[in-house]
């Protein structure tokens, strides 16, 4: 059982492998075992949700070529809520980072067609207005893999 929480715990962190990558990137923040505020509003196959909210952890971390996030989803823990260069085209995704965190706003239709509605998930940890100094933009829209939204919702995804 000691071993199920301590797992569980790594997963509000940042993977070894992402925090390599990371290391080699001008860090700006990385916050880890952040609470995490997700709210889902609409149809992902499998969960038909009004308004649901739930509570966890989760980590992101802000460099001045990237914005990654992770999001506890018990699946692949290298599976993220998003992974993004700040200079790429517009996605379904709009992140939004300010003083009290990191925001992600997810318009689920531009995810897959299947899905109706939106999830938001709200990273609650203060960034000091001198590292957000730092950041290229406290703005970005980026893509979000269909599978990190069924888990997010607590479905499998369908084959």
């Given amino acids: 059982m000691f071993g199920f ?3 569980r715990a790594s997963l509000s962190g940042l993977p070894t492998e992402l925090r390599q990558q990371l290391d080699a990137d001008d860090v700006i923040v990385i916050a880890e075992r952040v ?6 509003r609409g149809h992902v196959p ?10 966890s952890h989760g980590a992101f971390a802000l460099t001045t070529t990237r914005a990654v996030a992770t999001f506890p989803t018990g699946g692949d823990p ?14 379904p995704a709009r992140v939004t980072i300010g003083e009290k965190g990191m925001k992600i706003d997810i318009a689920l239709r531009g995810v ?6 939106s999830m938001t998930l709200n990273y609650k940890r203060a960034i000091a207005g001198v590292l957000l100094d730092r950041m290229p933009a406290t ?5 979000v893999d ?3 939204v069924y888990r997010a919702a607590g ?5």
Avoid: E, T
């Fill in 155 to 159: 479905v499998r995804p369908r084959p």
């Fill in 112 to 117: 897959d067609p299947s899905f109706s509605g």
């Fill in 5 to 7: 929480l301590r797992d």
């Fill in 35 to 40: 609470g995490v505020v997700q709210h889902l």
């Fill in 139 to 143: 703005q970005l829209w980026c893509s």
């Fill in 78 to 91: 290298l599976l993220r809520a998003i992974d993004s260069r700040w200079d790429l085209p517009r996605g």
């Fill in 146 to 148: 269909p599978v990190f």
């Fill in 46 to 55: 499998g969960v038909v949700s009004s308004s649901s909210a739930s509570r």
